[in-house]
């Protein structure tokens, strides 16, 4: 079955660590998006890709970073930088234009500890 | 500055009853019209779109309106049960572009 795959489900991370989060897709869409989610609040872009290779920031892209080596793969990296990572991170993927709207992965909770 | 904006943030209906939830947008380039359920610890799932030569689009108890002169949309949910409980968004994009705005989110309640 065609989906994207988040992992792991849940992350713990020391304070001044980088921690990567994993996103794969096998629905051959070209673009990909990493969203954030704090408790009670909506969905804010971090970062997006409409292409192998090349990556958009979105609206907090500050303390992250992504690379997008492989259409398949698009990897989310928490770094130290991000003074308050604890929240649910959810990567979604689309046909890029067109109305077809997105397709979510189950997300991944990162804590600090 | 978001350009969706939706209402209620939260709402709570009895079973049977009819969810409502508004959303309206400026860019009046937007020509797609999605809604996603998220139920908690899950990922957000598409559960009816809209396209603004439409009025009214109906998928079960899932009903889309869309007022293109006012520049809004909604979602109703009629007989709403237990199991519709969860948050739902609104979006809009334009084809050519492809990127999703969302809106900010209604937490809805079922109480039985």
């Known amino acids: 079955d065609g989906g994207i795959t988040q992992s792991p489900k849940y992350l713990f991370r020391k304070e001044g660590q980088n921690v990567t989060l994993s996103c794969e897709q096998n629905?051959?869409?070209?673009?990909m998006y990493w969203y954030r989610q704090d408790p009670g609040q909506g969905l804010r872009l971090i970062y997006y890709?409409?292409?192998?290779?090349?990556?958009q920031k979105g609206d907090i892209a500050e303390g992250y970073s992504v690379s997008r080596e492989k259409k398949e793969s698009f990897p989310l990296t928490v770094t130290s930088a991000q003074k308050n990572p604890t929240a649910f991170y959810l990567c979604?993927?689309?046909?890029?234009?067109?109305?077809?709207?997105?397709?979510f992965g189950s997300g991944t909770r990162l804590t600090v500890v | 500055q978001q350009q969706v904006k939706q209402s209620p943030q939260s709402l709570i209906v009895q079973k049977g009853g009819i969810s409502i939830i508004n959303c309206a947008y400026e860019?009046?380039?937007?020509?797609?019209f999605p809604w996603y359920q998220q139920f908690p610890g899950k990922g957000p799932a598409l559960l009816i779109a809209?396209?603004?030569?439409?009025s009214e689009k109906k998928e079960g108890r899932f009903t889309i309106s869309f007022n293109k002169s006012a520049k809004q949309f909604s979602l109703h949910i009629m007989d709403s049960q237990p199991g519709d409980s969860a948050t739902y968004f609104c979006?809009?994009?334009?084809?050519?572009?492809?990127?999703?705005?969302f809106g900010a989110g209604t937490q809805v309640v079922v109480t039985p």
């Open positions: 890709s409409q292409i192998v290779n090349d990556f």
């Open positions: 860019n009046t380039a937007f020509d797609y």
């Open positions: 629905l051959n869409h070209d673009a």
């Open positions: 809209i396209r603004p030569d439409v």
């Open positions: 979006a809009a994009s334009i084809d050519s572009w492809g990127k999703l705005q």
């Open positions: 979604a993927s689309s046909t890029g234009v067109g109305p077809y709207g997105y397709t």
